[in-house]
């Protein structure tokens, strides 16, 4: 299990993304920064930096897509039985944070007690929208800082 650590740790950070909205134990994400008083969030220029594979000082959402999808390895990991979809019994499966039942209720938007690969998709394009706050296709570091939270190690999989 230690051995996973540094991959699961991996692809926490790649998966800020994902795309997958605030952190259980955080309000929605606005798009906006913080208001005064209130903790950072989002993602800072290093991680903007891994994500921007072109080097232009964007990230692209074929970008965020891409970083994101390294989390594939992870929902993988998650499907047990191989059926493609994380059963609720799956995700509470795994060392638990104290919101990660509410984590997989905002995940499984259809309700039916599975996350599929489309969920978390739709999950991680929603994120880069919030993220996205003058809708240019692009997110630029200001827009990265002020972004959704990351999710936590056991928020995965995004």
């Known amino acids: 299990m230690r051995a996973l650590a540094p991959l ?20 929605p994400a ?8 209130q903790p950072q969030s989002g993602m800072g220029p290093r991680m903007m930096m891994d994500m921007d594979a072109d080097k232009d000082g964007v990230v692209t ?4 897509l891409a970083a994101h999808s390294r989390a594939d ?4 990991q998650l499907d047990v039985n191989k059926d493609g979809s994380i059963t609720r019994d799956e995700w509470l499966a795994e060392p638990a944070g104290a919101n990660r039942a509410n984590r997989f209720k905002q995940l499984d938007t259809n309700g039916d007690g599975r996350i599929t690969h489309t969920e978390l998709d739709a999950s991680r394009n929603a994120r880069f929208d919030a993220m ?4 240019d296709g692009k997110l630029a570091t200001s827009e990265m800082r002020g972004g959704p939270m990351m999710p936590q190690q056991s928020q995965l999989p995004d």
């Open 8 to 27: 699961a740790a991996c692809l926490i950070l790649a998966n800020a993304s994902l795309a997958l909205g605030a952190a259980g134990d955080q309000p």
């Open 30 to 37: 606005t798009g906006q920064p913080p208001a005064a008083g």
């Open 61 to 64: 959402r074929e970008e965020f």
């Open 73 to 76: 390895v992870r929902f993988a």
């Open 132 to 135: 996205d706050s003058d809708h």
